[in-house]
């Protein structure tokens, strides 16, 4: 079959116009500064989100004689944070109909009203644990919408090469609130067995530890009121121009990207892959001072230890983030070797737990590195999860798409510490599910097939 000769105007240029006074205007895009201040109000609402997550694990035994909380009212309230996410489908249509300014606002009224019931000072202990059970559910409800929005903004406001950081800053922000939590708790509430001894028995003053526990309430409902104000007056939903042809294109309609995604089977591994293990860590870490303490370590060795585990994923996942940037895809190999690294960590961490079977050194160094490593590895791959899958599934919109994943994942937080309120004596099944989730995530990371749809839109499209 004969090839027709090609016309004059088909040998036009396709990017450069041919006439310079032309009516066709190019497709524009632009980045703008305030994008930096949309991050950081953001920011700042996912670290004080986590923060108040995880206020009580670090503080369990204070809690447990001040308000006669018991073991699985610990785990309980730390439980909290993953059944907000059941309501997931309704958050994640409202960030896709309504935008992000929409969605956030709401998430941040959550967060004042269950700070604010917290604080309550009722006498009677009954009513007054129901009240800070619900605050810490109103706080869980705000979840949905933090954890899932990240990619979101960094899509909306970020050029192309900046997108992998914005994703870091705003998804890893909360764990460093959780990590927070680690400090500040045991820094300001004392522990129980700070105690004096009058006339030869040994006291613990009980008023002095309430009065502390309620000036952590006092001041973080103070300072998420404050945030709620900032984004009531200000928070854009989008800037008046795309930063990227990706942030300009069409993406599916709600129902299109939920089918889609449910019958993407390379979505389905990479999920799991992501799902398993990052749920598994945030349960392991809610109650990391309940693990540590058969080992002899006590409140605040146990707080510094969370402490840097998360502080260090959070710093080396902004730099791997920033990586990812300057060398674009090559998502996965830098997956499978964070998952490695986390398999071998969280092995290390058990056997060491088990010293009297194993004989390997039980000491505070080996825990504190073992543990802040398994931190480092895991918590530092969220950001580059997030953005292998939005590449992997697009034009499915961000918000969808992560919305979908931060759900598995606190679903699988969720079934483990419902398990925990059963199986509460014996705490080394939680460090064996913790290296068999990284075991199991790097074997699917081996296997999966990985694609750029997104990204080949913005390098070869024209803008």
Known sequence: MGALESTEGEREPLLVPSQPSTNIQPVLSRVYGRRWVVLTMFSLLAFMQGLVWNTWGPIQNSAKHVFEFSSTDIAVLVMWGP?????????????????????LLLSALFMVLGTAIRCVPLKDLHYRRWLIHGGQLLN?????????????????????????????????????????????????????????IVRGTIHWDQSHIKDRIQFVLYSEFGMIAVLFVAVLFYFPSRP???????????????????CRLFSNMRFLMIALA????????????????????????????????????????CVFGVAMARFADSIRGMLKLILV?????????????????????????STKATLYASCIL?????????????????ETVYPVPEGITCGVVTFLSNLFTGLLLFC?????????????????SCIFSLLLLLFFRESYDRLYLDIFVSV
């Open 83 to 103: 059944v907000g996410f059941l309501p997931w489908l309704l958050f994640i249509w409202l960030m896709d109909k309504k935008g992000l300014r929409a969605s």
């Open 140 to 196: 869980g409800l705000a979840g949905p919408t933090i954890m899932s929005a990240g990619p979101l903004l960094s899509t909306t406001w970020f050029a192309p090469d900046q997108r992998a950081t914005a994703t870091a800053i705003a998804s890893l922000i909360g764990y460093l609130g959780s990590a927070g939590a680690f400090l500040i708790g045991p820094l300001v509430v004392p522990a129980p067995n700070e105690t004096h």
């Open 240 to 258: 008046p121009i795309p930063p990227s042809v990706a942030a300009a294109s069409q993406r599916l309609s709600y129902r299109s990207s939920i």
């Open 274 to 313: 992501y799902s398993v293990p990052t749920g598994v860590v945030a349960g392991w870490a809610g109650v990391l001072d309940m693990i540590l303490t058969p080992a002899k370590v006590n409140q605040v060795d146990a707080g510094w230890i969370g402490f840097w585990s998360i502080v260090g994923g």
């Open 337 to 361: 070797l964070m998952f490695a690294g986390a398999s071998l960590a969280a092995t290390w961490f058990t056997l060491t737990c088990l010293s009297r079977l194993t004989h390997l050194p």
């Open 374 to 390: 398994v931190g480092i590895f895991i918590n530092s791959s969220v950001p580059i999860f997030l953005e292998l899958l939005i």
């Open 420 to 436: 925990l309120t059963f199986y509460i004596t014996d705490l080394s099944w939680l460090n064996w599910c913790l290296t068999g």
